[in-house]
C-alpha cells in the first residue's frame, strides 16, 4: 500500500514577527509537513502584488495550505491569487477593508499611519499605538519576544499595505479563524468565521492548543 503524499503547510507569520509564534504549532508528521515563511524586505514602493510574487519564491511545493495571522493572512489571501492552493486559512486578520475598525478605516483617510515612529522599531509599545489602538499595548508583551523585523522600510511598508488594503471580494472558501476577544481586529465587524472563546489577537502563542487539535481536520476538510 502506497503512503499517502503529505500535506505541505506553509505557515506565515504577523506583521515584523518571527515565524517562532509557531513554535507550538504541531501537525501529525505522517500527514502534514510544516513550512515557515519569513518577511523579506521590500523594495522602495513595491507593491503587495510585486511583494507576494517575490516571497512565492520560497514556496516549493504546489497544491499547499497556506496560514497566515494578522497581516500574514493579508499575504497568504494575495500569494493565494497567484499560486494554486489546496486549502487557505487565516488567523486573527480579515477579509476584506470592510472587516476593518473605524480607527484603522481613519488612519487610512487621514494618513496618521505616516505618523507612526517607525525609526523607533524597539519599542513596539508606542509604534502599536498609532498602527492598531491603545488597546492592544496590553497584549504587546507576549507579542514583543516574537518580533524579529525592525526594518524602518519593511515597518512603514507594511503598515501602509495593511491599512490600505482594497480587497472587497474574498474567495468564498477561505476559512476565517478569529478569536472574540480580538481588540484589533473586533469580532463585531467579521463576518463568516469560526469563532475561538477568549481567543485574543495573539491567540496562535496561547491557544496553540486549540490549533493542534483541530487544524488537521480543517485543512483536510472539503
Not at 166 to 182: F, K, L, R, S
Amino acid at each position: 500500500m502506497e503512503n499517502t503524499p503529505l500535506i505541505h503547510v506553509y505557515l506565515m507569520p504577523g506583521m515584523a514577527a518571527s515565524p517562532k509564534i509557531f513554535e507550538n504549532i504541531s501537525l501529525p508528521k505522517n500527514q502534514f509537513k510544516i513550512h515557515l515563511l519569513e518577511w523579506i524586505i521590500p523594495s522602495e514602493n513595491e507593491s503587495i502584488t510585486s511583494y507576494v510574487l517575490r516571497l512565492s519564491k520560497h514556496i516549493k511545493h504546489d497544491n499547499i495550505v497556506l496560514l497566515g495571522v494578522s497581516f500574514g493572512g493579508v499575504i497568504v489571501q494575495e500569494l493565494s491569487k497567484i499560486i494554486k492552493v489546496k486549502k487557505l486559512i487565516i488567523v486573527s486578520s480579515v477579509k476584506s477593508k470592510n472587516e476593518f475598525p473605524k480607527r484603522m478605516k481613519f488612519a487610512k483617510t487621514t494618513k496618521i499611519y505616516k505618523l507612526a515612529p517607525t525609526k523607533q522599531a524597539q519599542n513596539i509599545d508606542k509604534l502599536s499605538k498609532y498602527t492598531f489602538g491603545k488597546q492592544v499595548t496590553k497584549r504587546i508583551d507576549l507579542y514583543k519576544k516574537y518580533l524579529s523585523v525592525n526594518d524602518e522600510h519593511y515597518l512603514n511598508w507594511a503598515i501602509e499595505n495593511m491599512l490600505c488594503w482594497n480587497q472587497i471580494e474574498y474567495q468564498p472558501n477561505i476559512v476565517h479563524i478569529h478569536g472574540d476577544a480580538d481588540t484589533v481586529f473586533p469580532i463585531k465587524n467579521i463576518e463568516n468565521c469560526m469563532i475561538i472563546k477568549g481567543g485574543t489577537h495573539v491567540m496562535i502563542l496561547n491557544k496553540y492548543r486549540w490549533f493542534n487539535k483541530h487544524l488537521p481536520q480543517i485543512i483536510l476538510d472539503d
